[in-house]
């Protein structure tokens, strides 16, 4: 891995090294007592997960949290990569930034959502930016540049309102050619994919095309009607009628943390007080993601361990990041999956447990440049953590068309 480029600016707009990551044991310890001093709720009356988190899967993770797991572990990963600060329109940013040894690889920036953070895409660093250590060919190689949204992990929590998507997106401009990156591609999921189509519609001439894992593809009579919890609309086909009843169940029985953390997040603020609080919360997120999680804590992982959720939560733990996230969703005026008439080249993947599977038909009437799109048989809403080889393949199929 080579360092950041050679002629970086000086002065507030310096790029300057992330200190080496080493957490005051105490605050270790307190994390642990706090864990094992949880008072429990009575169990949810009913045999499933349709009042909430339940209450067997947050003992096990607090069991587990509170004696064996290993934040060493997980910081001695993360200090092996290349991190940096800068500042931009007043604010601090942390990233990322792995150079390819290869030549002529392409600049990528990848963005993270919530209840996600940097940590989500460290598995597809090396996929990306050494791809012939992977079977893949060197043409496919990227610089990857990762950054944390800023009020997510070590990006301080904003001091002035106005942090939103857009805003995101202008400043992720910024840092890319701040690194000398003038032409870049990007990608993202969740929140990363609302920046991401951003980037590309306030920079399409410098940014050359996106890949999404969570795409704005619906029409808008169908999103209204899901909203509404509506009958499927007449003349859809069965990939259509399938994302509209994942999406009519999401906004009628899932979408309860967006809407508080849209209108009162201050409130939240057991996500700073209680380490098991806060880690019911994050598991909180979309049905089929905690389907994945939750065997995790019984011994039965599947796309993600319970130490890669650990790491994550614990990351939001330490850097105190529970409210200061959730704003953002105060911030934001957009929608997540509706059309935003994004013009250039765009890439797709599909997956089946994602909040929606947005079918090709969808896909091809939103992104007029459509050059890529996979419907896949695995894979929830967090795509580069949980299936990395399937994520960054499809991230090189995408870009390949605008390599020169």
Known sequence: M???????PSGAAAIRPFPTLNV???????????????????????????QGVQLGTVQALAKYWGTDYDWRRCEARL????????QID???????????????????????????????????IDLLTNPTAHGADASDA?????????????????????????????????LMKRLGYNKYVAQGGDWGASITQELALLFPADVLAIHTNMPGTVPPDILAAAKAGAPAPDGLSGDELHAYEQLKDFYAKHLGYA??????????????????????WILDHDKDSYEMIAPAFDGNPGGLSRDDVLDNITLYWLTNTGIPSARLYWENKLDFFDVKNVTIPVGVSA????????????????YPKLVFYKKHDVGTHFAAWEQPQLFSEDVRATFRSVRT
């Open 259 to 280: 809407i508080e953390m849209s209108n009162r997040p201050q409130t939240l603020y057991g996500l700073c007080d209680s380490p098991i609080g806060l880690a019911a």
């Open 351 to 366: 997956f089946p447990h994602e909040i929606y599977t947005a079918p090709r038909s969808w896909a091809e009437k939103a």
């Open 2 to 8: 080579t360092d950041v480029a050679v002629h970086a």
């Open 142 to 174: 990227f610089h990857v540049v990762i950054p944390s949204i800023p009020g997510y992990g070590y990006s301080p929590a904003p001091s002035t309102l106005g942090w939103d998507p857009i805003r995101v997106a202008r400043a992720w401009d910024v």
């Open 90 to 124: 007043g604010q601090d940013i942390h990233f990322i930034h792995v150079r390819s040894q290869h030549e002529n690889a392409l600049p990528l920036v990848i963005t993270h959502g919530w209840p996600g953070s940097y940590i989500e895409q460290t598995k597809v």
């Open 24 to 50: 005051p044991e105490a605050e270790l310890t307190e994390l642990r007592r706090r864990i094992n001093a949880m008072r429990w709720p009575s169990r949810e009356l009913v045999r499933d997960d349709t």
């Open 79 to 86: 200090n092996e990569l290349p991190q940096y600060v800068t």
